[in-house]
């Protein structure tokens, strides 16, 4: 047996199974490294789907002319220097894979000033090791990200592709609750050419529900209970529908990071369950705080789920505050006679 080391782009394209699963996930990857950069615009074109092209340009911190090989390589990140900043990890990326990954499975070029850098360049990866060419360009303060043909050296995954439609809604879908985790945040989305949606930015705390509603929808804002429990080291806030109310959309955020979390969504179920058995659980959006040191984030690729180190405290935590918010509110106390007599 010969024992070999693979290309460059093999090994990337392997890793792009990962994270790399559709248009999507390639917007994930690239709005959270703008975010990372600490971009307060960000703009999103995409056309076809995101089948022909992904543009994300942001104005935050850019990248050094001498940085732009590096930022397209695999496990190289500006986010984690050593084990403890993975243990204390605040910013969204951290594995130094996605330029990378997305990269072997596209066209992709990186756009790029600094503020105190007085000319922009431009980088891409070539050929079965992944050369990084660089070259000059024209470039506002920040970075640009352009992802051409997604998958067109990898037929097996690109065949996975659905309709333009619903690659775009899934577009659309992720950055709502992108546009939910940070309310400072401008961000626009094009479809095609078109404006499809726009997040102006909220300074204020009380001007949040106006994204709440632009995204939740307005009846979500009108019937939602707000819910707000705990203190610094593990705190929760948000708004839940009564139950029998419409299931979307439910939306979690740890620590500022969406999650579909498994214990979380249990706790929210446990709570309705005891109250009102049988109900499918209302729709929610909801953000909890914990002390980074006490959950971990490294624990899937794409950074969907978490492991909290006191597991149960949060779960009981969570439990606790959807019961309160959900017990007192004489809107819910009807509807939970409604549904126990449709039980
Ligand atoms: P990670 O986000 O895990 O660090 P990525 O492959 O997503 O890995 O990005 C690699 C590096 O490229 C980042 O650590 C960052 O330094 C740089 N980078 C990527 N996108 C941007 C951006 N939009 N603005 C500034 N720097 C960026
Ligand atoms: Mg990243």
């Not at 509603?213 to 009846?219: I, L, R, S």
């Not at 009108?222 to 610094?232: H, I, N, R, V, Y």
């Not at 529908?241 to 179920?269: C, F, W």
Request: aromatic share 6%.
């Amino acid at each position: 047996m010969n024992i070999e080391i693979l290309p460059a782009r093999l090994a990337n394209q392997i890793a792009a199974g990962e994270v790399v699963e559709r248009p999507a996930s390639v917007v994930k990857e690239l709005v959270e490294n703008s975010l990372d950069a600490g971009a307060t615009q960000i703009q999103i074109d995409i056309d076809r789907g995101g089948h022909k092209l992904i543009r994300i340009r942001d104005n935050g911190s850019g990248v050094y002319k001498d940085e732009l090989t590096l930022a397209l390589s695999r496990h190289a990140t500006s986010k984690l220097k050593t084990l403890d900043d993975l243990e204390n990890i605040c910013s969204l990326g951290f594995r130094g894979e996605a330029l990378a990954s997305i990269s072997s499975v596209s066209r992709l070029t990186l756009s790029s000033k600094p503020a105190d850098q007085s000319d922009a360049w431009q980088a891409f990866a070539e050929g079965r090791d992944m050369a990084v060419t660089v070259k000059p360009t024209a470039h506002p303060n920040g970075t640009t990200i352009e992802v051409v043909d997604l998958f067109f050296n990898t037929p097996a995954r690109r065949k996975f592709l659905r309709t333009e439609k619903t690659e775009f809604n899934h577009i659309d879908e992720l950055l709502k609750r992108i546009a939910l985790s940070r309310f400072d945040v401008a961000i626009t989305l094009k479809h095609n050419g078109k404006i499809v949606r726009q997040y102006r930015p909220v300074m204020k705390k009380e001007e949040q529900v106006k994204r709440i509603a632009q995204v939740a929808g307005k009846e979500f804002l009108s019937q939602a209970l707000f819910l707000e429990s705990g203190d610094d080291g593990l705190s929760i806030f948000g708004w839940i529908l009564p139950p029998g109310s419409s299931v979307e959309p439910q939306y979690t955020y740890v620590n500022g990071r969406m999650m579909r979390d498994k214990l979380i969504l249990h706790a929210i179920r446990q709570a309705f369950e005891e109250s009102c058995p049988g109900i499918d659980v209302p729709a929610f959006v909801l953000y909890l705080t914990i002390n980074p040191r006490q959950v971990d984030v490294n624990v899937h690729p794409a950074k969907h789920e978490v492991r909290f180190h006191q597991a149960r405290l949060v779960h009981d935590f969570i439990l606790q505050a959807v019961k309160q918010a959900a017990q007192p509110n004489q809107c819910v106390v009807s509807e939970i006679v409604q549904c126990n007599e449709q039980v």
